[in-house]
């Protein structure tokens, strides 16, 4: 028998526990990467390279306030902006549905051409969206969950608006981080409020993310002191902005984890003071032939770090190949798109478990060190 053999051979000696104990550090570890990845998916959205280059202006007030539409002849003149269109959210339900999983908007499909440059129209033809007031861009993810096909017809019942839209599907997009939204004509909401002309935002694009910042002063400037000021940001903000309305999430995370991260501690340190406490005996004829303290820790800290190691592979790759494999969209009706588990985040439930099997390691190491032969001898297993 080899140090190895003798070392595993200690460690199964038990099997239930074992069982239980890698099972635990595998539940807490898979629940430890699950909290990291969606405080990353809900604080760091998605972002293409295109989406560096455009920005969104809204009311200062609040984003629930209109903006009149007798800006856009303002903001087509400031310079370093390429395209700019009306985005307002419509916010409908579609078919029976009591919570619908993916947004629709009101733009101009001549001037959208130019902003959402990434996408491409994969099936139906975008000259037969902008040609058809009654028509929809829908995007490729939507079509393929409700199995939906060009030609087919949505209805969606008004919920911030006192309308409905029935629209048919004239184009379908993918290529965008977010492959779900349905894009229709500003003018059927033009229309049907009879509201002069109001916007729920701007959505424009800019030269380069060189000007961004001075196009974004030049928009607030442009209508500072006016009866409706305007706060421009870019893209990525702007979804900031709408995350941090579920709270503070990277506190909520942390509080959570701390909890995983607590109760992982109590049950390796609780499995392996059980361990060795069985095991006095034993330690103590070891040091009664000559094994040194450091060896013996040597031992139980093999032992320990093994059993959070083993615990710890099988959570990570585990909950890796899960959240690799779910519909996530389906699973959470719509409300996240991606859920990727990074290298950073397996690596950093990695190190928690081993310092933690190596702190357990250290109370048992600890009480056989200063465990004398004699003593030793005398523990009743």
């Not at 051979?9 to 629940?31: D, E």
């Not at 006095?280 to 320990?304: M, N, Q």
């Not at 409300?335 to 478990?353: H, S």
Request: glycine share 8%; proline share 3%.
């Amino acid at each position: 028998m080899n140090i190895l053999t003798f070392i595993a051979k200690n460690a199964l000696r038990n099997r239930r526990r074992v069982i239980l104990t890698v099972s635990s550090v595998a539940v807490s570890c898979g629940v430890l990467v699950t909290l990291q990845t969606l405080q990353r998916e809900l604080t760091i959205p998605p972002e293409s390279e295109a989406a560096s280059l455009r920005v969104i202006a809204r009311n200062k007030v609040s984003i629930a306030q209109p903006l009149p539409a007798r800006q856009l002849g303002v903001i087509e003149r400031i310079p370093g902006i390429v395209a700019v269109s009306p985005f307002t959210y419509f916010g409908g339900l579609y078919a029976e549905e009591k919570a619908t999983g993916f947004a629709q908007f009101g733009v101009d499909p001549e001037r959208f051409r130019g902003i959402m440059v990434e996408g491409r129209v994969v099936q139906g033809a975008y000259d037969d969206w902008v040609a058809d007031r009654n028509s929809c861009m829908v995007g490729a993810d939507t079509l393929d969950r409700y199995k939906l096909r060009v030609g087919d017809h949505m209805r969606f019942t008004g919920t911030f608006y006192p309308m409905d839209l029935d629209l048919r599907i004239a184009a379908v997009f993918q290529g965008t981080v977010d492959d779900r939204g349905v894009f229709f004509h500003h003018k059927l909401l033009d229309d049907a409020m009879d509201n002069g002309g109001a916007v729920g935002t701007w959505y424009m694009r800019v030269e380069s993310a060189a000007v961004a910042p001075q196009v974004i002063a030049a928009i607030d400037r442009a209508f500072e002191n006016s009866s409706a000021e305007v706060r421009a940001e870019t893209e990525r903000a702007f979804q900031m902005s709408f995350m941090s309305m579920l709270g503070d999430v990277k506190s909520l995370t942390l509080s959570v984890s701390s909890v995983v991260v607590f109760t992982l501690m109590l049950v390796t340190v609780s499995t392996m003071s059980m361990a060795i406490r069985e095991r006095f005996r034993e330690l103590a004829v070891l040091k009664a032939l000559g094994f040194r303290r450091h060896e013996l820790f040597s031992f139980i800290l093999a032992e320990s770090f093994g059993l959070a190691g083993a615990g710890a592979v099988l959570g990570i790759f585990g909950t890796w190949i899960f959240w690799s494999t779910v519909n996530l969209q389906k699973l959470t009706a719509g409300f996240l798109v991606y859920f990727e588990v990074t290298p950073r985040i397996m690596a950093m439930a990695g190190i928690v478990a081993a310092v933690l099997g190596i702190v357990s390691a250290m109370g048992p190491a600890l009480a056989v060190a200063r465990m004398s032969v004699v003593d030793g001898l005398k523990t009743i297993d």
